[in-house]
């Protein structure tokens, strides 16, 4: 069994909360559309009646407790890449997503047991850039999108009037 979970983007801190608000208001004045909430999508995995979670995160900050790092890649700049600050780490966490302001849960979806192996194969792209050239940036949402999409879950996006930046990046890169 397998889920997403689907929280606001920047719960547990004021400063992610507002610059991606902020940031959301410039890209949607830039499309011509009206801003959206943004969501962080977290993929749970029940392997063995345990639960797992893929996240992609900085690799500085507060440990994620038991977790295995699976693939780190740049933030921002392959040039920078090299700093600890401008890494982040691909991990299975061997616990639930924390609840604190789920908006919303996709259940039940249909994943092999053994999709934690593919995490392997997740490019090591720049977060928060368009390296694949698919019209959107490269982030944690892409990692979710990116295993659904190679085993042919595609009916899982973001709760309607919310946006999940890097969600559409994922997809494309699974595609090609």
């Not at 943004?38 to 407790?65: C, I, N």
């Not at 061997?94 to 039940?108: G, I, K, N, Q, R």
């Amino acid at each position: 069994m397998a889920r997403v979970r689907w929280a606001q983007v920047g719960a547990g801190g004021h400063v992610a909360r507002r610059t991606s608000a902020w940031w959301e208001r410039l890209v949607a004045a830039r499309e011509g559309r009206a801003p959206q909430r943004l969501v962080h999508a977290v993929l749970e995995v029940v392997v063995d009646g345990s639960v797992r979670s893929v996240d992609m995160a900085p690799t500085w900050g507060r440990s994620a407790g038991a977790r295995r790092v699976v693939v780190t890649g740049p933030v921002g700049s392959r040039l920078l890449g090299w700093w600890p600050l401008f890494r982040y780490e691909l991990r299975v966490v061997d616990a639930p997503a924390p609840p604190d302001h789920v908006l919303h849960v996709s259940d039940d979806l249909p994943l092999p047991a053994d999709v934690l192996d593919d995490l392997a194969l997740v490019p090591a792209l720049t977060w928060g850039r368009d390296e694949a050239g698919a019209g959107d940036m490269w982030t944690s949402n892409s990692v979710v999108s990116w295993l659904l999409e190679r085993h042919g879950v595609t009916s899982v996006g973001p709760p309607a009037g919310h946006r999940a930046p890097g969600w559409d990046a994922g997809r494309c890169v699974a595609r090609r």
